[in-house]
Nanobody, 123 residues
Framework: QLHLTDSGGKSVQAGDSLRLSCTASGWIASGYVLSWFRQAPGKEREFVGGLRWRDGATFYGDSAKGRFTVSKENHNAMYLQMNGLTPDDTATYYC?????????????????WGRGTQVTVSS
């Protein structure tokens, strides 16, 4: 079973950019989808964006469109490039994995999760 390690979170200023990384413990097969979610204190876990491994197709949540980009590299790494950060982007960010052909925005569909990385944006 694959394990995920998400990293790259830190404290930044509004308007800054940040790139998060998600690394799998082994080879990611073509039948998988990897996605980013985030969760702020007192709020539900929110879909940010996802990527279908076999063809690199992406899908984004409304909060990410136009500002965030999901990409992959090699056979076991996924990234979340975040630009134009605002305090509303403050949250713990998680990467997640599921064997699927489409990118599900619901966190309940995913069965493998990273431990999360904290992003704090100050105004």
């Amino acid at each position: 079973q694959l394990h995920l390690t998400d990293s790259g979170g830190k404290s930044v200023q509004a308007g800054d950019s940040l790139r998060l990384s998600c690394t799998a413990s082994g080879w990611i097969a073509s039948g998988y989808v990897l996605s980013w979610f985030r969760q702020a204190p007192g709020k539900e876990r929110e879909f940010v964006g996802g990527l279908r491994w076999r063809d690199g197709a992406t899908f984004y949540g409304d909060s990410a469109k136009g500002r965030f980009t999901v990409s992959k590299e090699n056979h076991n790494a996924m990234y979340l490039q975040m630009n134009g950060l605002t305090p509303d982007d403050t949250a713990t960010y998680y990467c997640a994995l599921v064997s699927a052909g489409i990118i599900f925005p619901s966190p309940s569909r995913y069965n493998t999760w990273g431990r999360g990385t904290q992003v704090t944006v100050s105004s």
